[in-house]
């Protein structure tokens, strides 16, 4: 799909991101032509890939390998292309992986794996009333060295107790961070998002490269 061969349906359903100047016809084109690896289709994946999906983002490929989340992908916008599988794997070159999966120690290997590719990772988590959301850019902070700044109660796995609507909120803005990556539009290069819930406060943490990152310059 390039700028000039939209269909009059795919202008209609678009007109509203296409009028925006920091999308237009160019941007749309290349949202269809883009390729997201969204690991976990769980409470903030769903919410991602709804919006990622409703924007038009042309190739969505979906780990995860547990089946009750599956349908709610299924049923979006016809035009994008959805792929399920049972794990991450890297068998394309991906523009962007964005894990939604909560779990902070799978996210930084699998992050690992993408950086070493020149993938850019965004990743997200939260239990209790918080939760996190980290853009990490090769060339700036890696997802170790921008995580490494969380809470201890994140450094757990499968955190049991969490507000409903919480993993949604950053779901959501990991979802637009995802566009404005694809689209190239100016940002902070990598950077950590914390939304402290109780207080409806976010904040985004200076942090700094750990010593002897092979990852960081
Ligand atoms: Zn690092």
Same mark, same amino acid.
């Given at each position: 799909m390039t700028a000039v061969d939209f269909t009059p349906r795919q202008v209609e359903r678009y007109s509203r991101q296409i009028l925006l100047r920091e999308v237009g016809g160019v941007g749309q084109a290349r949202l269809g032509r883009a390729s997201i690896l969204l690991v976990d289709g769980g409470a903030a994946g769903r919410t991602a890939g709804l919006y990622l999906a409703g924007a038009g983002v042309g190739r969505l490929t979906l780990a995860d390998g547990r089946e009750e989340f599956r349908q709610d992908l299924l049923r979006l916008n016809p035009e994008v292309a959805v792929q399920v599988q049972p794990d991450p794997g890297f068998k394309e070159s991906w523009d962007l992986v964005l894990d939604c999966g909560n779990r902070l120690e799978e996210a930084k290997i699998l992050a690992r794996q993408a950086w070493s590719r020149g993938i850019p990772v965004i990743a997200t988590g939260w239990g209790g009333v918080r939760s996190w959301m980290a853009r990490a850019e090769p060339g700036g902070r890696c997802l170790d060295c921008l995580t490494q700044?969380?809470?201890? #109660?994140?450094?757990?796995? =499968?955190?049991? =107790? #969490?507000?409903?609507?919480l993993p949604s909120i950053l779901g959501g803005v990991a979802a637009g961070e995802a566009l404005r990556l694809l689209l190239g539009l100016p940002a902070p290069g990598s950077f950590l998002l914390l939304f402290e819930g109780a207080a409806s406060v976010y904040h985004s943490p200076r942090v700094t490269a750990a010593d002897g990152c092979p990852r960081c310059f």
């Open positions: 700044a969380l809470p201890a #109660e994140f450094r757990k796995n =499968d955190l049991p =107790d #969490e507000l409903g609507p």
